[in-house]
């Protein structure tokens, strides 16, 4: 069945808020918290460590922490402790997006299983497999993602065990890795350009023959789709391919972005048919999914990215991250000064529902709708009764 993807509207009054049709917390995340509340709950007396971030909520990892959990790295795969401190004794947490093969082994010389509590998402298991699978074909593996997140490091890590593997990290790179592939530029060069994206032991002239590729699994679905028929148009012209050739060049890959980034983008696609002054996206500031509803909401109208509903100070006054200058700052004069006010509201994969509530309430509160978010309540409460 197609899938619907219009926004609900909530009439408040002088605030309406439209609120995408799909938005939050996805089956990775919650399988992660479980399995991490678990194995809090299961080990009383023992250390627990999380390898980095479970997830990019801030509130989660808060909550966590709040239990006695302690993150071992940041989320640039910093150190945040002795890595010797670590014991056989200790029970490590992976986190949803997966690890590298490299950490993995490090654990296991540690005498720590990493398999025993794994939260790694399956969604990133089937990139990895897809990956796997086009390697053992004999393609080289691009993998669109930020080079730097943890789950492009992981599975850079994993494609590299089986194939030459380069990360780029948007159009601009891919374009770039078109010239190298064309032959425009000395091959000596690549090395240079993508320091830290390409597996040991790449060969420019060898390793850029046939490719197949594979995304970050919360990367912008248009975007991965660019660059995937940009590759695949390059191979076809310098290699001059007939339709049937090509899959001799270029591994037919679908993009392998999740369900939730999925229905998440395209209920924000939805919600952008409707009219509004401003867009309000939820989430943690190094969320990847998150950032990504932000740059589509941004093409259309005022969008703030906010971290929960302590960020909407007041009518005048608003906290937000600016993903451009990659920082918070505070911006005034926010809402404007029609009505009614037209709202939209989603949040990303690692947005508890709660939070999305309290963002609405604190939105109705700030805007003079409080009762009408009662009354709502109550009558929504009353129907379930
Ligand atoms: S966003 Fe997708 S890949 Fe990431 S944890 Fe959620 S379901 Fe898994």
Same mark, same amino acid.
């Given at each position: 069945?197609?899938?619907?993807?219009?926004?609900?509207?909530?009439?408040?009054?002088?605030?309406?808020?439209?609120?995408?049709?799909?938005?939050?917390?996805?089956?990775?995340?919650?399988?992660?918290?479980?399995i991490?509340?678990?194995?809090?709950?299961?080990?009383?007396?023992?250390?627990?460590?999380?390898?980095?971030?479970?997830?990019?909520?801030?509130?989660?990892?808060?909550?966590?922490?709040?239990?006695?959990?302690?993150?071992?790295?940041?989320?640039?795969?910093?150190?945040?402790?002795?890595?010797?401190?670590?014991?056989?004794?200790?029970?490590?947490?992976?986190?949803?997006?997966?690890?590298?093969?490299?950490?993995?082994e490090?654990?296991?010389?540690?005498?720590?299983?990493?398999?025993?509590?794994?939260?790694?998402?399956?969604?990133?298991?089937?990139?990895?497999?897809?990956?796997?699978k086009?390697?053992?074909?004999?393609?080289?593996?691009?993998?669109?993602?930020?080079?730097?997140?943890?789950?492009?490091?992981?599975?850079?890590?994993?494609?590299?065990?089986?194939?030459?593997?380069?990360?780029?990290?948007?159009?601009?790179?891919?374009?770039?890795?078109?010239?190298?592939i064309?032959?425009?530029?000395?091959?000596?060069?690549?090395?240079?350009?993508?320091?830290?994206?390409?597996?040991e032991?790449?060969?420019?002239?060898?390793?850029?023959?046939?490719?197949?590729?594979?995304?970050?699994?919360?990367?912008?679905?248009?975007?991965?789709?660019?660059?995937?028929?940009?590759l695949?148009?390059?191979?076809?012209?310098?290699?001059?391919?007939?339709?049937?050739?090509?899959?001799?060049?270029?591994?037919?890959?679908?993009?392998?972005?999740?369900?939730?980034?999925?229905?998440?983008?395209?209920?924000?696609?939805?919600?952008?048919d409707?009219?509004?002054?401003?867009?309000? =996206?939820?989430?943690?500031?190094?969320? $990847?999914?998150?950032?990504? /509803? !932000? #740059?589509?909401?941004?093409?259309? %109208?005022?969008?703030?990215?906010?971290?929960?509903?302590?960020?909407l100070?007041?009518?005048?006054?608003?906290?937000?991250?600016?993903?451009?200058?990659?920082?918070?700052?505070?911006?005034?004069?926010?809402?404007?000064?029609?009505?009614?006010?037209? =709202?939209?509201?989603?949040?990303g994969? $690692?947005?508890?529902?709660? /939070? !999305? #509530?309290?963002?609405?309430?604190? %939105?109705?509160?700030?805007?003079?709708?409080?009762?009408?978010?009662?009354?709502?309540?109550?009558?929504?409460?009353?129907?379930q009764?």
């Amino acid at each position: 069945m197609k899938k619907d993807f219009k926004p609900a509207i909530l009439d408040l009054g002088s605030l309406q808020v439209v609120l995408a049709r799909h938005f939050g917390f996805c089956y990775g995340v919650e399988n992660a918290i479980e399995i991490a509340f678990r194995a809090v709950a299961e080990n009383p007396g023992k250390r627990v460590f999380l390898l980095s971030e479970m997830i990019h909520n801030p509130g989660v990892n808060a909550d966590l922490q709040d239990l006695g959990v302690k993150f071992i790295m940041d989320t640039n795969g910093k150190l945040l402790m002795d890595w010797d401190e670590l014991t056989s004794d200790d029970i490590v947490i992976i986190p949803a997006f997966g690890t590298t093969l490299e950490l993995e082994e490090k654990l296991r010389a540690k005498g720590i299983e990493p398999s025993r509590y794994e939260t790694t998402c399956p969604f990133v298991e089937k990139v990895w497999n897809r990956a796997e699978k086009i390697g053992k074909d004999g393609y080289t593996i691009v993998v669109h993602g930020k080079p730097k997140h943890e789950e492009t490091r992981a599975t850079f890590s994993h494609s590299k065990a089986n194939t030459a593997t380069v990360v780029v990290k948007d159009m601009k790179q891919a374009e770039h890795l078109a010239r190298f592939i064309k032959g425009e530029l000395p091959a000596e060069q690549f090395y240079q350009d993508f320091t830290g994206q390409y597996s040991e032991g790449f060969q420019v002239e060898r390793d850029l023959q046939r490719i197949g590729v594979v995304n970050q699994t919360t990367m912008l679905a248009s975007e991965t789709q660019g660059i995937s028929d940009y590759l695949k148009q390059v191979m076809i012209e310098h290699h001059q391919l007939g339709a049937e050739e090509i899959p001799t060049r270029f591994a037919d890959t679908r993009d392998t972005l999740c369900y939730a980034t999925n229905d998440n983008q395209s209920a924000v696609q939805g919600m952008l048919d409707e009219e509004a002054q401003l867009a309000i =996206v939820i989430g943690g500031y190094n969320s $990847s999914n998150t950032s990504h /509803l !932000v #740059e589509l909401c941004e093409l259309k %109208l005022p969008t703030y990215f906010i971290k929960d509903e302590k960020c909407l100070i007041s009518e005048d006054k608003i906290s937000h991250y600016d993903m451009h200058a990659h920082s918070e700052k505070e911006s005034t004069n926010y809402i404007p000064p029609v009505r009614p006010l037209r =709202v939209m509201v989603t949040s990303g994969a $690692s947005c508890p529902d709660a /939070l !999305v #509530e309290r963002v609405i309430e604190r %939105l109705a509160e700030i805007t003079g709708n409080e009762y009408a978010i009662e009354a709502m309540t109550e009558q929504w409460t009353e129907a379930q009764t």
